[in-house]
Each structure stands twice: as structure tokens, then as C-alpha cells.
């Protein structure tokens, strides 16, 4: 059987085998590109293996190869074996160039076509040698120069040159400037690796190719210690550090090195575990505590982040207010100030123990804030350090917090109507009252104008609104139990 027929066949085979994957594709996916290989220069007898492995086609389905002796030296009786396979070979018998084509199809009838020249070399003849250099890591975005100036000629001949980026990384859009230049330059613009083959020519023969490879990384950026806020502590405390707020630029695990700068003369102090994020130490004297950090992501080392402990004696404590009297529903917040030997009077409300005597009456959060459980009197203590003091907490009846018109805070009137004001009081344990009959509702200024409005002051009909016989705008006011409110009345 020919070769034409043997090709025919093969491709209605794959247009049969393609009907069952003729599904949506891009058109980028369904080109079907052919690549011959490149061009080889080799001594006359020897056989040359033929490469149409990088041809190109649909993602799905399969591909015919037919190579093609288009030409060949006269007298040749050269021949390509196996034409429909991926790599066949070529006698080359006698000196000379031998043109060979190959034609790709797909199983939809598309093709494409690539020639190659195979240049066959008189016994004697030696062909140049290609250097590509020497690979190269670099990082992401660098202009790298290829260098292809250490290649030569046997007879010192001038050279010509064919560079081809070979692979590339997904998505990068790197390309060559110049293919033809003994230095060419492109842009590593995605992180991978870039392989380049280079061919040399010295006008009679080709050299075989040589590769390289560039990879390109992410550049490195060292992680960023942080050794969290100074602190003043009192001496004989439990200092906590923090250098939870380091971080790495690529979120790399770190890990941690934490080491004293300078202590105090006489102390002792030392790190529970100077690899943790939150170390702990004692501040056994009074005086500042210098500390360090260093952290470190597997490749590079941060810059030193330090932080200062300052810890001084605590003579004396005072809680304010000395007494407090609250209602029902109410909080009450107390501060613990310390009297310090160096430092005088700060406050340490953050960092006292806060308690109450009768938790049916109030209970106290470790800032000194106390929330109402019952009616009672109960004392409230800080202590630190071995110091304490106390403060009084009495809780009654629910007081007023609030106040209001239900109208308001604005609303209208019609002219010739009346309109029955309600004044609702809310209290600390959140409990409402209607207070119209108790509260005293008069106009918001010195009076009302009397050919607009009349509001009623009088029991049994307090908080009623009347409109006289005119438009106008009046603000009015309710008061109770010392709390004032206000309301705009429109008259229309």
C-alpha cells in the first residue's frame, strides 16, 4: 500500500474517532500547529532521527504525521522510513541537503505544515559548536542576557545565529528580543523556569544545538519582627511578651528568638522560652528590662524589633471613688491607682485583682467596672502586689435616665384640634413610667404665644394640647424628677 493511501486512511480514521469529541473548545485549543524539529548538519552515511513531537493540536483527539522528502542531493537514493510516525529516521546516503516537510493533521481534516533541512557534510567537513552559557537563577521581573559569544567555528569563519525559547512557565508572555544575535535579552516575568536552545551556523554546516536554563524566583523579602508595646509593670509580676504581630511577607511559618539586651543591676530574670511568640519573665527588680527579637521564615532573618519593661515598687493603692451610690440597673466604673517609689501615681486598674463583697449586689470585672445585681451595699477591693484598698458600693432604687414626649421630638397640629400629650420616664433597670400626671409641661421659653396655642398644666388634664386659631411654631417642654425634655408642635 502507498504511502498516500496509508495517510488517507489514518486520517478518516481520526475524523471517525473525532466525532464523539466534537464538543466547544477555544480556537487557541483546536489550531493544529506542526513542528519538524530543527534543522540538523550531519556527515553523509549517517542516519538522522526526525522529530514532530512538539507538533501541537486539539486538546482532545489525536493527530496524523506524514513526512515528505520534498528534495535531496543527486544520485540520492534516500528514503524516509516509517513517514506516518512521530520519529522516523533518514538515510542520508551522499553529501548534500535534503528538504524534508512534515504535514500534521487532526481528526477534523485541519493540517499544518513545517520544513526542516538536514545538511549532510562531506567526510572531513567539521561542523561549529554552539555554547548557550551558563544557566542563571534571577528573580521575577530581571532583564536577563542570554550569551551565546563563547560558540565557534573549526576554521574561525563568521558566525550567524538561531536562538528558540524552547519552554516557558504558565501564563508567562516572555519573548526573545532578537533570535538572531549572539546576546539576545528577554524579561523573566512569571516565576519558573526558561530553557533556550541555540543553533550555529558558519555558512557551510550547522552545529548541533546547545540549551540552557534561566529560573526565575520571587524575589525574598525578610519577615518583619515585632516585639509588641513597652509595658510598666510592678516588681515581682509575671510580664507577659508578645511578638505575635511579626510577620512574613509570603506568610511563611516563622519562628522566634527572644534574648535580653539589659536587666536591672541584681535581677535574675530570665525568658520561660525564648523560641515562643509569648515568652514569660518574672521582673524580680525594679528597673527597665531591654529585650530583643529576632524572627525567621525558613529562608531569611528579620531586623532586631526590641521592647522596654519598666517595673517600679508599689508603696500604696487607692481605689476611687471612695463611695458611690448607683440604682438598680446601673454600672459603676472604679479605678485603682498605685503610688510607685520611682514613677509617683499611676493607674493600675489593668493590672490589679478586683473583687466585691456581696455579688448579690454588684459583681466587678478584672478593669474595675461593677454591674448592679440587687439592692444592697457591698465593697468593692483592688490589690497588687501585696497592697490593697477598698471603696464603698451602695445600690437602691432604679433612677431616671430618660425622658420623653410621645410626639416628639417634632410633630403638627391641625387648627381648631386638641391633641393629649403622654411624658413616658425610662429608669436604669430599663422599666418605662407614664409620668404625665406628675411631670410639669409648660412652653420651652418664657411663653407661649396665646393666639396660637394653650398646653394644659392642670391635674387631671395634664399634657393637653390645643390649637387656638392661627399657624405656628412652638417648642414645649415636660420636666420630671429633675430631667427636662422638648418638643416642637407645629400648627397648621
Given amino acids: 500500500m502507498s504511502g498516500s493511501a496509508m495517510r488517507m486512511i489514518t486520517v478518516l480514521l481520526l475524523a471517525l474517532l473525532g466525532l464523539s469529541g466534537c464538543g466547544g473548545g477555544s480556537s487557541a485549543d483546536n489550531k493544529v500547529i506542526a513542528k519538524a524539529g530543527l534543522a540538523q548538519d550531519v556527515t553523509a552515511g549517517n542516519v538522522v532521527t526526525l522529530d514532530g513531537s512538539k507538533s501541537t493540536g486539539p486538546s482532545q483527539g489525536l493527530l496524523a ?51 526542516i533541512t538536514v545538511t549532510a557534510l562531506p567526510s572531513g567537513v567539521v561542523a561549529p559548536v554552539a555554547r548557550a552559557g551558563v544557566p542563571q537563577n534571577v528573580v521575577v521581573g530581571t532583564l536577563v542576557t542570554l550569551d551565546g559569544s563563547g560558540s565557534s567555528a573549526a576554521g574561525g569563519e563568521p558566525l550567524t545565529y538561531d536562538w528558540e525559547l524552547s519552554s516557558k512557565p504558565a501564563g508567562s508572555d516572555a519573548a526573545l528580543s532578537s533570535a538572531s544575535v549572539a546576546k539576545p535579552s528577554f524579561t523573566a516575568d512569571v ?12 555558512g557551510r554546516s550547522s552545529s548541533s544545538a546547545a540549551t540552557v536554563t534561566v529560573n526565575a524566583f520571587l524575589p525574598q523579602v525578610a519577615p518583619i519582627a515585632n516585639a509588641g508595646a513597652a509595658q510598666n509593670v510592678i516588681v515581682g509580676s509575671l510580664v507577659t511578651l508578645n511578638g505575635s504581630g511579626s510577620t512574613s511577607a509570603n506568610r511563611e511559618p516563622l519562628t522566634y528568638s527572644w534574648a535580653f539586651i539589659s536587666r536591672p543591676a541584681g535581677s535574675s530574670a530570665a525568658l520561660s522560652s525564648p523560641s515562643a511568640a509569648r515568652p514569660t519573665f518574672t521582673a524580680d527588680v525594679t528597673g527597665s528590662y531591654a529585650l530583643q527579637l529576632l524572627v525567621h521564615d525558613g529562608s531569611l532573618s528579620s531586623a532586631a524589633a526590641t521592647v522596654t519593661v519598666t517595673a517600679d515598687t508599689l508603696n500604696a493603692i487607692t481605689v476611687t471613688p ?49 454591674a448592679v445585681t440587687g439592692r444592697g451595699t457591698t465593697i468593692i477591693s483592688a490589690s497588687a502586689a501585696g497592697k490593697s484598698h477598698s471603696a464603698t458600693l451602695t445600690v437602691g432604687d432604679a433612677t431616671l435616665v430618660g425622658l420623653r414626649v410621645d410626639r416628639g421630638p417634632a410633630f403638627s397640629l391641625a387648627i381648631g384640634n386638641s391633641l393629649q400629650l403622654t411624658a413616658t420616664a425610662t429608669y436604669s433597670d430599663r422599666t418605662k413610667k407614664d409620668v404625665t400626671e406628675l411631670a410639669s409641661w409648660a412652653a420651652a421659653y418664657a411663653y407661649f404665644r396665646t393666639d396660637c396655642i394653650s398646653l394644659s398644666d392642670q391635674p387631671g388634664t395634664k399634657g393637653l394640647l390645643s390649637s387656638v386659631g392661627r399657624s405656628c411654631y412652638e417648642p414645649i417642654s415636660v420636666t420630671y424628677g429633675g430631667m427636662k425634655n422638648t418638643a416642637g408642635v407645629s400648627i397648621r
Fill in 191 to 202: 516565576a519558573g523556569s526558561y530553557s533556550f536552545s541555540l543553533v550555529v551556523h558558519d
Fill in 65 to 115: 504525521y506524514q513526512w515528505t522528502l520534498v528534495s535531496k542531493p543527486a544520485g540520492s537514493g534516500a528514503t524516509i522510513s516509517d513517514p506516518t510516525t512521530v520519529n522516523p529516521t533518514l538515510h542520508t546516503d551522499l553529501p548534500g541537503q535534503y528538504a524534508v516537510k512534515l504535514t500534521v493533521t487532526d481528526h477534523e481534516l485541519n493540517s499544518s505544515e513545517d520544513t
Fill in 322 to 370: 471612695p463611695e458611690a451610690t448607683i440604682g438598680v440597673g446601673e454600672t459603676k466604673r472604679f479605678y485603682a491607682v498605685g503610688s510607685f517609689e520611682t514613677v509617683g501615681d499611676k493607674d493600675i486598674s489593668a493590672l490589679s485583682s478586683w473583687s466585691s463583697s456581696d455579688t448579690a449586689v454588684a459583681i466587678i470585672d478584672n478593669t474595675g467596672l461593677a
